[in-house]
């Protein structure tokens, strides 16, 4: 028993020496390893609500429009600004708000910006101001209609495409 015993001690010392790592140096190194960021803010939602539409009615020739449409920046922080305006031809054609003429024609008049015809309308910053957070701007509309409109409807006479942008 005592020759296994011997045996085992040498086997274990064996074992320990050939597993045993030695490290041997003279003097120590530091590193420095930069950390780097990078932030990118630049997605910030728009979270506004326009009309669904905005309606006119012509009763006995008289052009009737609502006087409750708004824009409202549903955003909890942040403004935003209506920066641009485009009215397109739907069952009408868009005319000269300021020298209206024209068979099946319609124009508009948004916040005292005139439609010259179909497309982009020329506004100001003073038509549409800038909307603060959770507030609301009214959108003072009218409209000129050409006589020949017949009895109908719900017709979409024409689009308004409103852009709306982030203002910081």
């Known amino acids: 028993m005592k020759k296994k015993t011997v045996m085992a001690l040498i086997l274990s010392l064996l074992l320990m020496f ?3 790592v030695t490290a041997f140096a003279d ?14 803010n630049e997605y910030r939602s ?3 609500t326009v009309p669904a539409s905005l309606p006119i009615y ?4 008289k052009v ?18 209506v920066t641009g305006l485009s009215v397109t031809d739907g069952a009408y054609k868009v005319g000269n708000y300021d020298s209206f003429s024209g068979s ?12 010259k015809g179909s497309g982009s309308v020329a506004i100001t910053p003073s038509a549409f ?4 957070a959770q507030g609301s701007m009214l959108l003072e509309y009218f409209a000129k209609v050409s006589g020949d409109a017949p009895n109908a409807e719900n017709v979409p006479a024409a689009s308004v495409i409103f852009t709306i942008s982030i203002v910081d």
């Open 58 to 61: 012509v009763i006995n020739g």
């Open 27 to 40: 003097s120590s190194t530091t590193a420095t390893v930069p950390v780097t960021l990078t932030v990118s």
């Open 46 to 48: 728009v979270n506004v």
């Open 129 to 132: 101001p800038v909307i603060s």
């Open 18 to 20: 050939s597993v045993s």
């Open 64 to 81: 009737v429009v609502a006087d409750s449409a708004k824009i409202t920046n549903n955003s909890k922080t942040g403004s935003v600004q």
């Open 104 to 115: 099946k024609t319609i124009a508009l008049k948004i916040n005292g910006c005139s439609t």
